[in-house]
């Protein structure tokens, strides 16, 4: 994938002259988020600009070490802080999201803003399109594969700092299940020897992400598989869920029971699993599935969401039972329909 020439001359023209930018990301925000709106606001501060990133609720402490993490703007604790940005912002990006609905109350702070462009940097497919500027390949691996091309095509990757490819190589690790989904392509590769070589440490980062728990998420996750996995559909499609009482009992922090919802996929003749995660207001849903079998199609059609073909997420509000029970239901029709 290329981004289109005119995008990127209209991006150029949006920052040829010093502005007051406001980055926005979604809430829950995972790696990808996180690091392309702290590479994305380091470069445009670097260029003169004065940088804002937002982001609606807080990050996973397994992210705490991502360089520049502690100068965000959380909604939900700065609020005040939060609308006085917004409302003196000259652009406005929206960066890995597609729908304003996943800035939950934050979405309605944005709106009241009418002065500022809004620029929407993202890889989800069937973006809302209320952007002056769209910057949309559904085909990206990652929002952190995007920002780092833009950079590119606008300054040069000599540019790109050591602070930035690590924020970045989070980003492009983390959407692609550490190099492995069907999204990687040649040029990503190119793109994280481009980072590697700002001398960032793989492993450091890799540790960081992946090895950096507590043990209460570990236990969680042995229980969920042992006790909460139900397995149906001719062994073909599984689901997993967590109750308030349960997430309790194992010191659940946000963010630990991210990647529990791969794991079914681990079986051989896995085609599509579900995590089912209570919060106050409503139930989580995270959908994954393997090649042709459209997980964005279904929690677009059942449970209110979207996201990619083999990775999507929604909202439940019922009761857990009804809504695995509604699961199961939806699943038969999908498969009646040969979707499955
Ligand atoms: P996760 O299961 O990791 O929370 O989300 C997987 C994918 O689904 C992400 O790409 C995310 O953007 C998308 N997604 C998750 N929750 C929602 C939702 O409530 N609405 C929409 N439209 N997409 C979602
Ligand atoms: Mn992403």
């Known amino acids: 994938m290329q981004i289109a020439q005119n995008k990127i001359e209209e991006l150029r023209s949006l920052l040829s002259k010093p502005q007051s930018i406001i980055i926005l990301s979604h809430t829950n925000p995972d790696g990808d988020a996180i690091g392309s709106s702290l590479a994305w606001s380091e470069i445009l501060r670097s260029l003169g600009h004065n940088v804002t990133c937002i982001i609606p609720n807080r990050y996973p402490y397994y992210l705490e070490f991502m360089p520049g993490i502690e100068n965000m703007l959380i909604y939900k604790s700065d609020g005040d802080k939060v609308e ?109 020897s481009v980072l590697a070589a700002t001398g960032i440490s793989i492993p450091d980062i890799h540790n960081q992400v992946y090895n950096s728990f507590t043990e209460g998420r570990a236990r969680l996750f042995g229980y969920v598989i042992n006790r909460k996995m139900k397995i149906f559909h001719n062994g073909t499609v599984a689901h997993m869920s967590l109750t308030e009482d349960e997430l309790r009992r194992f010191w659940f922090q946000q963010g630990d029971s991210e990647g529990f919802v791969n794991y079914p996929l681990t079986i051989k003749k896995m085609k599509m699993s579900a995590m089912f995660t209570q919060h106050t207001d409503f139930i989580r849903v995270s959908l994954r599935s393997r090649g042709d079998i459209d997980v964005n199609i279904f929690a677009q059609r059942y449970f209110h969401g979207g996201g990619h073909r083999n990775a999507a997420g929604g909202k439940s509000f019922v009761s857990m039972e009804e809504t695995l029970k509604y699961y199961e239901k939806c699943v038969k029709e999908f498969a009646r329909e040969g979707l499955l």
């Open 84 to 192: 006085q940005a917004v409302r003196g912002a000259d652009v406005i990006f929206c960066l890995d999201f597609h729908t304003m609905t996943r800035l939950e109350g934050l979405g309605s702070v944005i709106s009241t803003n009418t002065k500022a462009r809004k620029v929407l940097i993202d890889h989800h497919l069937d973006p809302v399109e209320d952007f002056d500027l769209m910057i949309s390949y559904p085909e990206a691996s990652s929002t952190c594969y995007l920002v780092a091309l833009l950079i590119e095509r606008l300054y040069g990757s000599d540019k790109i700092t050591r602070e930035m490819a690590e924020n970045l190589y989070v980003g492009m690790m983390t959407d692609t299940g550490n190099f492995a989904f069907s999204t990687v392509t040649p040029d990503l590769f190119r793109m994280v």
